[in-house]
């Protein structure tokens, strides 16, 4: 399913959010079940498939890396369930570096600025990505594609690494 | 989701953690990730004039199963050739570990990650 045509809007990284939301609520309050409750059993199925394809759709396309997987998948390049290693050595070093500074906040005279350090470079390092990913997916070409979907590989690393910053922080909160 | 008793007893007791200097030359060092789930993965052999496997270090951010299956790889290699080591396959380490399907990945990264150290050693050994 093509969830930007569910939409009606451009199948682009570059995606008004706004617009996105807006028609969603549109979409959903047209085939809420309770709209069709008067309707054939046959139609109550439809109503409730539909809504549930429209949350998918509203949920993946909000998410830039999940927007991003879904316009390569559009494209023929399917990346969301595999399984194969990412092997760029000096990538995966600088995550294990990442990493390794995470593991040791706690043991930091000054937790909270070592956490606001990390915090900014790990936004930084996303953002740089997110444009470059925004630049690649523009060009619509398969080698473009390609790269596309490495950077999608390494944003989830970071991501990943977010989620793991936001529960040490808790932790210290605690 | 329950662990197997095997590892729960790598993950409490991991074997082999640490680093070994990668500058030095009998030293081969294999990096794997994986994006799902964001595990990073660093495995390290220490190889003799006769090509084997004399000592393995790993350093695993992950899953109780991904940090399981690359404390495993490390005590299967040691003593072995490299061509030996490069038989291991995931579907040992996830039988042997009893991994439910859904961290079969990680039995991969672990291979995979062996397979890059071993690669890398016959890189930096001229073939």
New interface residues.
Partial sequence: MNYFQLFNLPAKFDLDLTELGSRYLKLQKQFHPDQHSSGSERDKLLAVQQTANINDAYHSLKQPLMRAEHLLALRGLKIS???R???D?V???Q??EL?EQLAEIEQSGDPDAVIDTIERQLQQQKKHLLQQLATALDSETAEQDQLAADL???L??F???Q??LELIEQQLQD | MAYSNKVIDHYENPRNVGSFDKDDDTVATGMVGAPACGDVMKLQIKVNAAGIIEDAKFKTYGCGSAIASSSLVTEWVKGKSLDEAQQIKNTDIAQELALPPVKIHCSILAEDAIKAAIADYKQKHGG
Wanted: charged share 30%.
């Fill in positions: 369930h595999e399984q290693s990412f092997t050595p990538f995966l070093m995550q294990m990493r999608i590989r390494k989830k690393f991501f990943k690494l989620q793991e």
